[in-house]
């Protein structure tokens, strides 16, 4: 375990600590479990499920209701396609189709290898550049099938995950 991840855990175990038996703590836990892991594994529930008192079936009930909780980590490569109107007149549905064909996951999953993670989102405020994606901080637009093919491709290659420019 890296430094800076232990420092995180060690952050939400104090957490933990600080909130026992503390009335309205649930959310506070489930935000503090996914910062320091990046989502909220099921060892998380159960020490929350101890401080709070109430059961892991009713606390996944919570993560399940948010759409801020995951109970899945995220993929090194965070891909966000617009789908709103600009991007959706504009081909938003066959981008993501390519996506899907490409990485072999659907919305809202991540890669058998972690590398990759498909998110849908409602705007990227960038309608002048319909269809658009964007690959962790990094925007693509104007895409067509084989743009969106050529970035993907250049992504998987560089161990970095980010497209070489």
Avoid: W
């Amino acid at each position: 375990m890296e430094v800076a991840e232990k420092k995180e855990v060690n952050a939400f175990k104090k957490d933990l600590i600080a909130k026992r038996n503390q009335q309205g703590s649930l959310i506070p836990l489930l935000q503090s479990a996914q910062d320091s892991y990046g989502y909220i594994p099921e060892k998380a529930i159960h020490y929350i499920s101890e401080i709070v008192n109430i059961p892991p079936s009713d606390i996944y009930g919570v993560i399940t209701f948010y759409a801020q909780f995951r109970l899945q980590p995220l993929g090194d490569n965070v891909i966000r396609i617009c789908e709103g109107t600009a991007c959706h007149v504009n081909g938003a549905k066959s981008i993501l189709s390519v996506l899907q064909e490409e990485l072999n996951i659907s919305v809202d999953e991540t890669t058998d290898d972690g590398k990759f993670t498909l998110q849908s989102v409602a705007c990227l405020g960038c309608c002048s550049l319909a269809p658009v994606i964007m690959i962790n901080e990094e925007t693509h637009g104007n895409l067509t099938a084989k743009s969106l093919r050529k970035i993907i491709k250049q992504y998987k290659r560089n161990n970095k995950g980010e497209a070489k420019q």
